[in-house]
């Protein structure tokens, strides 16, 4: 059975401070990895997707980068953290390209002060 | 481009009454479509998948069909519980483009007793 973790669960960050975001996904080779975004009371906001290992494009800009090092690892993350990154950050993965059903991961909540 | 309305932000019902979320769309091409289920402090889960063949998805007494005429992928479900209570997404998604599921705003479904 496939298994996504992210790390941490939460955090709380100062403005300003750098931030780096996990995603494991066992037991799926080369799947499709994503990030997405989702503001208190908002919606789901794509971030970056990667289809393979050393390749993420990015969807929104939002003074945030993604890095897929391996082929079951995608890292988000930033040097400088503003007060509208906070929220709860979703690493998600899908197999089948045609329809993209994605699986969450369980999400890190982060608030910025 | 491809975008997906829901027009109910929040849906608040009696236990036993009929749910109805509504789901439009707008998409060049033939997309599949999707409703999420958001619990409170959990991450998204797929709860339907439309069908290339027209068959009516149904997951834990909902359902919803494509009407294509209409661009609509409404989730209904003949009588609510309280464990209904939860945010719910649309999302499309366009075969071949592998990369993008674009979500509406979500509707917070309360179901009361």
């Known amino acids: 059975a496939q298994t996504i973790h992210q790390w941490p669960v939460a955090e709380i960050k100062a403005v300003g401070s750098p931030l780096s975001l996990g995603c494991t996904i066992k037991g799926k080779s080369s799947p499709n990895l994503y990030w997405y975004w989702q503001a208190t009371g908002g919606t789901l906001q794509q971030l970056f997707y990667?289809?393979?290992?050393?390749?993420v494009e990015s969807v929104v800009q939002l003074n945030l980068s993604a890095s897929r090092p391996k082929d079951d690892q995608f890292i988000l993350s930033t040097e400088k953290l503003l007060l509208s990154h906070s929220g709860f950050y979703l690493c998600?993965?899908?197999?089948?390209?045609?329809?993209?059903?994605?699986?969450f991961g369980s999400g890190t909540r982060l608030t910025v002060l | 481009g491809d975008s997906v309305t829901q027009t109910e932000g929040l849906v608040t019902l009696t236990e036993g009454l009929p749910v109805m979320l509504n789901c439009t769309y707008q998409s060049t091409y033939s997309p599949f479509l999707f409703w999420y289920v958001q619990h409170l402090n959990e991450a998204p889960k797929l709860l339907l998948k439309?069908?290339?063949?027209?068959k009516r998805p149904e997951h834990q007494g909902f359902h919803a069909t494509l009407h294509k005429s209409s661009s609509s992928f409404h989730l209904q479900k003949s009588s609510a519980q309280l464990s209904d209570s939860a945010l719910y997404y649309c999302?499309?998604?366009?075969?071949?483009?592998?990369?993008?599921?674009?979500f509406g705003k979500g509707a917070k479904l309360t179901v009361s007793p």
């Open positions: 998600a993965w899908s197999l089948d390209r045609s329809a993209e059903t994605l699986y």
């Open positions: 999302a499309l998604s366009v075969q071949g483009t592998g990369s993008k599921l674009s």
């Open positions: 439309s069908f290339t063949d027209n």
């Open positions: 990667s289809i393979t290992v050393g390749q």
